[in-house]
């Protein structure tokens, strides 16, 4: 039986005012979210990825404008009422933040507001106590019921960010979005909240939306993968596909430039030249300038997001010659 789909972004574009005019920072971007499905978003810095997530539970700067199509089991987001996007975030859809102590209050405990969603339906005072050291033990927070008076500044930023993912479970959301939900940690407590963030995944049949411009994160996490380049999806398709044979330059590159994701002998290779962003973005395709493929074509006429394999999609002109290499 396939997975119900939970979100579909289609053709998803997020206009920014710039001082030289409306940048284009998301263009065109289309994929799904399947039901007990994890979706990375990869790319470099500027790709557009943190945007992309970030329009999908509404949270854009002022002045921003998004078009496309955005559904949610079948239901248009970008037409739907601000009470109706309130109520699906943090309830049907929440977010973990790249930052923790950003996302936590701190002159509130960590109790108060790891239960303030579940206050905010009625329960009882102690039902909310007994939900909450439920998810900060779920969430892999020893001695829970001790830590509910404790505030972030007495945390560690592996500790807090567990907070974090207990207040985003705490609505019983069907889709988490964590956007680079490791960057401020090291090494070791990383690799914890990975494992913590799959297991809670799994055990709770949830979807979730991870950004990531780290490959290692994704092979390890995603189980379908969204390439972005400079506002624009390069490629998506399922992870191990993706990984192992690429169909479009950009990832292919990327690929190369990580040791560990590889599955050649050959040394890693960096990846040459200077992204390209939304504001400084090239004609025709953004990667020809960094492409070793790049012909005319590839200066003048943007390619577009097309199937080159089963249920592979690539925006690369040669997509099928660099599937084959």
């Known amino acids: 039986m396939a997975p119900q789909l939970l979100l579909r972004a289609s053709g998803l574009a997020v206009d920014l005012p710039?001082?030289?005019?409306?940048?284009?920072?998301?263009?065109?971007?289309?994929?799904?979210?399947?039901?007990?499905?994890?979706?990375?978003?990869?790319?470099?810095?500027?790709?557009?990825?943190?945007?992309?997530?970030?329009?999908?539970?509404?949270?854009?700067?002022?002045?921003?404008?998004?078009?496309?199509?955005?559904?949610?089991?079948?239901?248009?987001?970008?037409?739907?009422?601000?009470?109706?996007?309130?109520?699906?975030?943090?309830?049907?859809?929440?977010?973990?933040?790249?930052?923790?102590?950003?996302?936590?209050?701190?002159?509130?405990?960590?109790?108060?507001?790891?239960?303030?969603?579940?206050?905010?339906?009625?329960?009882?005072?102690?039902?909310?106590?007994?939900?909450?050291?439920?998810?900060?033990?779920?969430?892999?927070?020893?001695?829970?019921?001790?830590?509910?008076?404790?505030?972030?500044?007495?945390?560690?930023?592996?500790?807090?960010q567990r907070a974090v993912i207990a207040m985003a479970l705490a609505g019983s959301p069907s889709l988490l979005l964590a956007d680079e939900p490791t960057t401020a940690l090291d090494v070791t407590v990383q690799a914890r909240i990975l494992r913590l963030l799959r297991s809670i995944q799994e055990d709770a049949g949830l979807s979730m939306l991870l950004v990531s411009h780290d490959l290692r994160v994704m092979a390890h996490v995603a189980h379908q993968v969204v390439v972005m380049y400079a506002g624009r999806v390069a490629e998506r398709g399922a992870t191990s596909d993706v990984l192992r044979r690429p169909a479009h330059p950009y990832t292919r590159a990327l690929v190369d430039s990580v040791p560990a994701v590889r599955t050649k002998t050959a040394l890693a290779h960096p990846l040459p030249g200077t992204p390209a962003t939304p504001a400084n973005r090239p004609t025709g395709c953004a990667f020809h300038p960094r492409c070793p493929l790049a012909q005319e074509r590839c200066r003048s006429e943007q390619p577009s997001l097309r199937e080159v394999a089963p249920r592979r999609w690539s925006a690369c002109h040669f997509a099928e010659e660099v599937l084959d290499a």
């Open 18 to 160: 710039g001082r030289a005019g409306v940048v284009r920072v998301v263009d065109e971007v289309s994929f799904d979210i399947p039901s007990a499905t994890t979706v990375g978003l990869i790319g470099e810095s500027g790709s557009g990825k943190t945007m992309t997530a970030n329009a999908l539970i509404g949270l854009l700067p002022d002045g921003a404008s998004v078009s496309g199509s955005l559904s949610w089991r079948g239901e248009e987001l970008l037409t739907a009422t601000s009470s109706r996007r309130r109520e699906l975030r943090g309830h049907e859809i929440a977010m973990i933040f790249q930052d923790p102590l950003a996302a936590l209050n701190p002159t509130q405990t960590i109790g108060r507001q790891v239960g303030e969603i579940l206050r905010r339906s009625g329960q009882s005072r102690s039902a909310v106590r007994e939900r909450v050291i439920e998810l900060l033990d779920r969430a892999g927070i020893p001695s829970a019921a001790e830590k509910l008076g404790s505030f972030p500044h007495e945390f560690s930023g592996g500790m807090r």
